[in-house]
């Protein structure tokens, strides 16, 4: 216990359930998590976008994949005082909160940057925390480059003034969170597109960690395909 509030958290923290055990319960976490930081020279699996980099889970989400404004809210804060450069949020809400607002808030203003998921509704809807101020908001491209208007389960990459960049989001493999021997679990999403950019903010990061917030969404804005 290191007197941080969350006794024995050497494996993050689950704030759906909170415990200190992280386990995801339906796999999107396992995919995310994959797709940002898999490691490589194992002769097996999936490579992550920054094979080198830390992970922090913060597990929000409950075995249904839903979630709490709460819960993200108290994430958010963890990862900010334990020391996380890029919070990848690859989730979203409906409704205005200003509990969430604020705890994005107070990681902005901690130069820590919030990659968030445009959503996957078809819309150009404000949805939450990726409409706040000051966050990357990122929407899904198809394998032809172009919005994703269907991804492999329905829906489509939402859109709007506040969108930072795109990335693919159909189709991403990761591993399978019931089993590290299967690697043909696929996922689709904003969520999948957010993992991406989170990857390369933490590359950009560590290639020159003086880097702040604002340098990496600009570096990643202005190096894109318009």
């Known amino acids: 216990d ?32 994959t797709v940002i930081g898999a ?22 989400l409950n075995a249904d994949n839903t979630g709490e404004y709460s819960w993200w809210s108290e994430s958010i804060k963890y990862a900010v005082d334990n020391g996380a450069d890029i919070i990848n949020m690859s989730e979203g809400g409906d409704d205005y909160s200003r509990v969430l607002e ?43 480059d172009s919005r994703c208007k269907r991804f492999s389960w329905g829906g489509g990459s939402c859109w709007g003034n506040h969108i930072s ?32 950019v989170s990857g390369i903010a933490s590359l950009l990061k560590a290639q020159k960690i003086t880097r702040t917030s604002i340098d990496l969404k600009r570096i990643i804005r202005l190096s894109s395909k318009d």
Not at 8 to 19: M, Q, S, T, V
């Open 2 to 33: 290191d007197y941080n509030g969350y006794a024995d958290d050497y494996k993050g923290w689950d704030f759906a359930y909170d415990d200190r055990r992280p386990d995801d319960g339906f796999g999107h976490g396992t995919n995310i998590a």
């Open 39 to 60: 490691s490589t020279d194992n002769v097996i699996g999936f490579a992550g976008v920054d094979k080198k980099c830390r992970l922090m889970n913060c597990k929000n």
């Open 102 to 144: 604020t705890a994005v808030k107070y990681a902005v203003d901690s130069d820590v940057l919030v990659v968030s998921a445009m959503m996957n509704k078809g819309d150009g809807r404000d949805y939450y925390p990726a409409s706040f101020e000051g966050v990357m908001a990122v929407g899904a491209t198809d394998t032809d």
């Open 165 to 196: 960049v795109v990335a693919p989001g159909n189709k991403i493999y990761g591993l399978d969170y019931e089993n590290d021997q299967n690697y043909e679990v696929y996922w689709s999403g904003t969520s999948q597109s957010t993992a991406i």
